[in-house]
């Protein structure tokens, strides 16, 4: 059903370009006999225009995983308060997205900074083709900015790394040996009172990964405190690491076929990849040099241009891969 229900989308916005394209040769034929106005004849090329552009733009994001639902994790770089402030900036700015775009927001795990801002996040967004669409906000973003936290009021400089990886459901098998992970239990933190857990329902889930070429194990940390029972801490510990490990399968692929296809451009996942200049009103993407300078916008959740102008860029070769 789920791909009967793909099929039908594609040939329903075929047929909405289609009838456009239609209405458009149809304006050009009345503007000559004076039936439509040129005015008709922009607006029909402009509506023609932005059907295709969409439907080219959902063309790239055909990979399975772009389809669906991911996990995204903003940790705060060096720098204290001011690096936690951005952290959370970073949190809302996709939160706000999200709920423009009419997915579902779920907050795994939350660690407050030491007087303001966050330390770390984990945030589920439940969606079609939300992977897709946030794939390339993968790596390090740059705040350049006058900090309120700065006596001086000097300019000063913040990072914060976002990891976005897909959402895996039942469908996508990822096997996982019992003998490789381990769970430790915890009180849920909260506000006080009545809200502060008596029990241990938060988990830590330990998962020793090993790297199928180098032989090298590496510790796979997860916590979530996200509902107040135990075991539904764990279902959901466990999802976020199959998706991880669903991921650190497919960019492993994605490594072995660049080595081969070497003149292709590579996608540095871990790279500084915008900058986010308040001063100067400037927010720059450094792999499209898409930029715009409209900074509230883009903190508000306004990032379709950046999404659209990397995935224009950028889909081909990550999907040949």
């Not at 329903?12 to 394209?21: D, G, H, I, K, S």
């Not at 400089?157 to 459901?169: I, K, M, R």
């Amino acid at each position: 059903m789920k791909i009967v229900k793909d099929l039908k989308k594609w040939i329903e916005l075929y047929e909405e370009v289609r009838a456009a394209t239609e209405e458009l040769t149809l304006a050009f034929e009345y503007v000559r006999e004076g039936i439509v106005s040129e005015e008709d004849v922009d607006a029909a090329y402009a509506r023609a225009l932005t059907l295709i552009e969409n439907l080219e733009f959902r063309n790239m994001l055909r990979q399975e995983a772009d389809q669906m639902s991911c996990v995204l994790k903003i940790n705060s770089g060096a720098g204290g308060t001011e690096s936690q402030d951005w952290a959370s900036m970073l949190m809302r700015m996709y939160i706000r997205w999200a709920e423009a775009n009419g997915y579902k927001i779920e907050i795994c795990n939350i660690q407050d900074g030491d007087e303001a801002g966050i330390k770390t996040v984990t945030i589920e967004i439940e969606g079609d083709f939300a992977y897709g669409y946030l794939k390339g906000e993968n790596g390090v973003h740059r705040l350049v900015r006058v900090s309120p936290y700065n006596a001086q009021g000097k300019r000063m400089t913040s990072f914060a790394s976002v990891f976005v990886t897909p959402l895996v459901d039942d469908s996508i098998e990822v096997d996982i040996n019992p003998a490789d992970y381990s769970w430790d239990t915890f009180r849920s933190g909260g506000a006080g009172g009545q809200n502060v857990n008596k029990v241990e329902t938060g988990v830590r889930l330990r998962y020793n990964y090993k790297d199928p070429d180098t032989g090298e194990v590496r510790e796979i940390l997860i916590e979530n405190t996200e509902s107040r029972s135990q075991m539904e801490n764990r279902d959901n510990a466990m999802r976020l690491l199959r998706s991880m490990l669903y991921d650190l399968a497919m960019k492993r692929r994605m490594a072995e076929r660049q080595k081969v296809e070497a003149g292709k451009k590579k996608i540095e996942w871990g790279s500084q990849i915008r900058s986010y200049v308040f001063d100067d009103r400037r927010v720059k993407d450094h792999r499209t040099n898409h930029q715009t300078s409209d900074v509230g916008g883009v903190m508000d959740g306004k990032i379709d241009g950046f999404i659209k102008a990397y995935l224009m860029e950028f889909a081909d070769e990550v999907t040949n891969e």
